[in-house]
């Protein structure tokens, strides 16, 4: 009779209890580079940043769906290019939070400083409190819900992706925008260049649902909400122009 | 970039830590520009009683013997305190401007720094640490304070290209950003009789609001004229002997963050900045809005 020893295999081990990294006595730099060194997020699937102190790129790079929560108010580019995590910023965020991001999910429970979003290719950043200037400026594809208002220039140049704002909008929302469609709620101060409202179809109103649903926001209806976009008058160059140049 | 601090202190216990705080503030703020860097505090003022801060590339030579002169010259009672390359001279109020000349006469190569009944400037070429360290900032009472870091764009690394600027009695400004039509400005206050130390855009903005306000406007008037007439970007933090302002242009790219508690305002151009105050937690915590003058007075 054959025994048969089985190879022993190697033991799996993880962590659920957070790792916890206090910004306090430990450098950021080696918060980042441990969370870049992350293969397998099954391994730590649970990571705490506490007494950020407005720290800037905090969990910027990070390229596993990790989740990470911040506890307390980052700096400039929380997140940045974040790509499969979940962020979560309890306070508030300097400019750039999810700067060029392609995946996953930022959630500021404050505010947020300028150009929140910018350059996004993908994910959704929720803010919970207000943005303020340039907010999804050159958005490539993100999702961006904000519970609050936005400041002036939203979405400037924005050319894919959704921007939800439940409150109201400042300043020449949408100017030079592509493709990307912009949701509001409250006022909108004044339209840029080439952006114009739009009719809400059945399937704005059913996109718009599924942003509000994925935001965790319950308390207010897709209706209520105005759509803007590109009138694409921009796309092609008007000849009758050419004097300005 | 450039950063900036501010301070305004509502509660009295707080006022033996003005210069403590600020410095703290300041030095955390460090990597926004480490060419220059400088503070101006509003201290106790007494009735009758002028404060001159002077500076000099040579304090040994310049400031030696300067009290005696001084005072024989303007024929008052005058007091000088040297702290490294600054000294604060105490004259009677209503011999400020003789002061001022004499001083010149005297020491051609002394500057003024500024002169007022409360307000103290401190600047140099150097990290903030070091220059707050240089002055004993961190031991200084006050009211009121700014201070500033400074990564230079539009004039020279000089002590006298460095921020604050004071072009009025007890007014003083720090500015982040660049101005684009400061040489027109500056062209049109020569002819109404100020004079400017250098070729720097903030010291245009500082002659701005202080010819506004020679001219019968309130700080708070005088800094909502200036978001129309400046050009350029700016994020400026003004002290008057007894108020502090905050306004930021239009575009509003330069970074700004206000807090307010019962027991003071603080300005930062970053968060970071005002992470260590008392009560940060609990205290309102905004950005301010763009073309929006924000004014406090004690």
Redesign the interface.
């Known amino acids: 009779m054959n025994v048969t020893t089985l190879a022993k295999s190697p033991q799996r081990e993880v962590n659920y209890a957070p790792r916890v990294f206090d910004l306090d006595t430990a450098p950021l730099r080696e918060l980042n580079l441990a969370l870049h060194q992350v293969t397998d997020a099954a391994d730590e699937p649970s990571w705490e940043v506490i007494n950020p102190?407005?720290?800037h790129a905090v969990a910027a790079g990070v390229a596993q769906p990790i989740a990470v929560e911040v506890r307390g108010?980052v700096?400039?580019y929380c997140g940045g290019m974040n790509d499969k995590a979940s962020i979560t910023v309890h306070g508030?965020a300097?400019?750039g939070v999810g700067e060029n991001m392609m995946s996953g999910q930022i959630t500021v429970k404050g505010?947020a400083?300028?150009y929140a979003g910018a350059t996004g290719r993908g994910g959704l950043l929720v803010i919970e409190g207000n943005a303020?200037?340039r907010c999804g400026i050159s958005m490539k594809g993100i999702d961006i819900v904000v519970r609050g208002n936005v400041?002036?220039m939203s979405a400037f140049m924005a050319q894919s992706g959704n921007l939800v704002v439940l409150g109201d909008a400042g300043d020449a929302l949408g100017d030079s925008i592509y493709e990307a469609r912009l949701f509001v709620r409250g006022s909108v101060k004044s339209l840029g260049a080439d952006c114009i409202k739009k009719e809400m179809r059945p399937e704005h109103i059913a996109k718009l649902k599924e942003l509000l649903d994925r935001a965790g926001i319950t308390d207010v209806k897709p209706e209520e909400f105005t759509r803007y976009g590109s009138a694409r008058t921009l796309y092609n160059f008007n000849i009758d122009n050419a004097d300005a140049y | 970039m450039c950063g900036i601090v501010g301070l305004f202190l509502k509660d009295k216990t707080l006022e033996p830590q003005l210069g403590a705080m600020l410095s703290e503030m300041l030095v955390m703020l460090t990597d926004r520009g480490p060419d220059s860097a400088g503070i101006a505090v509003y201290g106790a003022s007494t009735k009758g009683k002028a404060k001159v801060t002077i500076q000099s590339p040579a304090p040994g030579t310049d400031f030696a013997g300067l009290e005696t002169e001084l005072g024989k010259k303007i024929d008052a009672k005058v007091k000088l305190l040297a702290k490294s390359t600054h000294a604060v001279i105490d004259v009677p109020a209503d011999k400020v401007e003789a002061a001022r000349e004499a001083i010149a006469e005297l020491r051609p190569s002394v500057r003024i720094m500024g002169a007022g009944e409360a307000i103290e400037i401190y600047k140099e070429v150097g990290l903030p640490v070091d220059v707050v360290k240089r002055f004993d900032v961190s031991k200084m009472t006050g009211t009121h304070g700014i201070g500033h870091t400074r990564m230079a764009t539009e004039s020279a690394v000089t002590t006298l290209g460095a921020h604050p600027f004071s072009t009025g009695p007890d007014e003083c400004l720090v500015h982040n950003g660049s101005l684009s039509n400061h040489n027109n400005l500056r062209r049109e206050l020569i002819r109404e009789g100020m004079k400017f130390e250098t070729e720097n855009d903030t010291e245009v903005a500082a002659a701005y609001l202080s010819s506004k306000i020679a001219h019968g406007q309130n700080l708070g008037q005088a800094l909502e004229s200036s978001v129309n007439d400046l050009d350029g970007f700016f994020t400026f933090v003004v002290g008057t002997k007894n108020g502090f302002g905050v306004v930021r242009d239009a575009i509003a790219c330069k970074p700004a963050v206000l807090a307010e508690t019962d027991r003071y305002v603080a300005f930062g151009s970053e968060y970071r900045a005002l992470a260590k105050l008392p009560g940060i937690e609990d205290a309102k915590v905004w950005e301010p809005e763009p073309s929006t003058v924000y004014f406090w007075e004690h």
């Open positions: 102190k407005g720290s108010s700096g400039y508030s300097g400019p505010d400083s300028q303020s200037s400041g002036h």
